[in-house]
């Protein structure tokens, strides 16, 4: 059993996993890179190591570094947090033959569900629904391919086994484009994962995307903490999370129909510790597998927040051999949470990463208010890694409560020296689709091209009525008095001084 674990990440991830060992006790230990030196999970850690340049090739990625850092510690178990080496088996084996405790799923479950249309033939054989395709795995002929195009039908989308988040994915029209759209999705496939192989699958156009998250220990015992609607996405990036899903809310027996298939999908594949099963929902609320994410998610605090369970304590429980500590009969979701990712990007450049020096980084605190973030007033942004800054993530009782406290942390919200996407958040909370809860995959998209198209006066009066309903409902409920909520102040400068004023 270990009692110091290594973080093998950086940034938000890294802090939040290091506060949870320093809850049990854990010793913990940090790695780096170059860029990293001043980061906060190197100043939160019991200890800290440099790896490496800063490039994450030659850092966050080298996994025989890493490994030398634990033995050279003795840290007995290693927790990959997301991204860099978080779905890599041949990390998670690596780990096992050198006694270290891989705090995750067991390799062979990692590689199962890694390749996708393994994947999906796994799922399908436990009798979990997945949308009509090919369901052969290898590497399957353009030929074969063609053939099955004709009996799925169009239109279909080409996605790449070793894919994942839309990379190689291709949509097709008819038969006549489908030779040329398998050569670029196999080129971009092969240029991205160093493997062209392809599947394909009939499109469900205007889909929900609604995933589930999955616990499962070690003696095999397996639930699910509920839905998080993950719709909100641009170019395969998820910007805003919610739980629970708007379209399952209170109709808690297709949530538990869909947990149960989740499970199904978790199970067959032996899995252990924390993982997320990630379903297409069309309106009709049919329900289609997609893939299963082998790690901790970035949106794991939604759920935290309405079901009570500390996600990443659960995963450390696990890994140390302890029973879950619920059966699913105890968990309950509770209130409403909304996440938005705090991006360093430009919205006026082609939302390409805003790099620099953050002087000012003032958080949105008071009720129902979280922020996960590996940054600081004084801490550099470079260019190395994700553009991501903080997750806020606020819970009310009601989604409108949610809402309307979302925008107030927004507002509160200062952050001098990077641009960064709060003005994109803000304007998808004044929304009036958003706010009905009536939104799927094209929405973020759609919008945008929308406002351009129609000058931004796309109107919506009768959902906007109903939602000012919903917000008078809400207002009289408090007691507070409102002030008429202004605009934001954008003038971070205007601010600055004031601050400096007062601190004078
Ligand atoms: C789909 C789909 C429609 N039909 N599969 C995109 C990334 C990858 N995880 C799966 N994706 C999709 N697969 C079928 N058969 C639509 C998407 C999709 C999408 C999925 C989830 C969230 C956002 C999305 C945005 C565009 C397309």
């Given amino acids: 059993m270990f009692d110091k674990v290594l973080i093998a990440n950086r940034g938000e991830i890294a802090v939040r996993i290091i506060r949870a060992c320093r809850e049990l006790g854990l010793q913990t230990v940090a790695v780096f890179s170059e860029a990293d030196r001043n980061a906060l999970h190197v100043r939160l850690a ?20 890493i490994l030398d850092v634990a033995r050279k510690t003795k840290a007995s178990a290693i927790h990959p947090g997301y991204g860099f080496l978080a779905e890599r088996s041949d990390f998670a084996q690596a780990c096992e033959d050198s006694g270290i405790t891989f705090i995750g799923p067991r390799p062979s479950a990692i590689s199962a569900m890694g390749d996708k249309a393994t994947a999906r033939a796994t799922v399908i054989a436990a009798g979990v629904p997945v949308v009509p395709g090919t369901e052969d795995v290898g590497n399957l002929t353009n030929e074969k391919l063609l053939a099955a195009a004709r009996k799925i039908g169009f239109p279909l989308l080409i996605k790449a086994t070793a894919g994942g988040g839309g990379k190689g994915m291709r949509e097709v029209r008819n038969i006549d484009e489908m030779p040329h759209l398998l050569e670029s999705a196999r080129s971009e496939a092969l240029a991205a994962f160093g493997n062209g192989d392809v599947y394909l699958e009939k499109l469900v156009e205007g889909a929900r995307h609604i995933e589930f998250q999955i616990m499962a220990d070690m003696e095999g015992n397996t639930v699910h903490l509920g839905e998080r609607e993950c719709s909100l996405q641009r170019r395969h990036q998820k910007l805003l999370e919610e739980a629970p899903s708007p379209f399952i809310d209170d109709d808690e027996e297709f949530r538990q129909r869909m947990g149960e298939v989740a499970v199904k999908a978790a199970k067959a594949v032996n899995y252990l510790n924390a ?34 369970i500390d996600i990443v304590t659960e995963q450390l429980r696990i890994a140390r051999g302890r029973q879950l500590s619920v059966r699913q009969e105890d968990v309950k979701m509770q209130g409403w949470a909304i996440e938005c990712r705090i991006n360093a990007e430009d919205a006026h450049n082609n939302f390409l990463p805003s790099t620099g020096y953050i002087s000012h980084h003032v958080l949105p605190t008071g009720p129902g208010v979280r922020v996960d973030t590996g940054v600081f007033g004084g801490f550099q942004i470079t260019p190395y890694y994700d553009s991501l800054v903080s997750k806020l993530v606020v819970k009310g009782e009601s989604r409108a409560q949610a809402i309307l406290r979302m925008r107030r942390a927004l507002e509160e919200y ?12 803000q304007s998808i909370l004044e929304q009036a689709r958003f706010i009905a809860g009536k939104f799927d995959t094209r929405f973020v998209e759609e919008r945008f091209s929308l406002e351009e198209a129609e000058g931004g006066k796309e109107t919506h009066p009768e959902i906007a009525a109903i939602f000012a309903t919903l917000v008078a409902h809400e207002q009289a409920e408090r007691s507070a008095h409102i002030i008429s909520r202004g605009k934001r102040d954008t003038s971070n400068w205007k601010w600055v001084s004031r601050w400096e004023r007062m601190n004078r």
């Fill in 275 to 308: 993982g997320t099963i990630e379903f297409l929902v069309d309106k009709d609320k049919n329900f289609y597998f997609l893939e299963m994410n082998t790690r901790l998610q970035v949106e794991h605090p939604i759920t935290e927040e309405v079901t009570g």
């Fill in 46 to 65: 019991d200890e800290a190591y440099l790896i490496g340049p800063s490039p994450s090739r030659e850092s966050y990625l080298q996994m025989e570094r």
């Fill in 414 to 425: 200062r952050i001098v020296g990077v641009k960064t996407n709060i003005p994109f958040h």
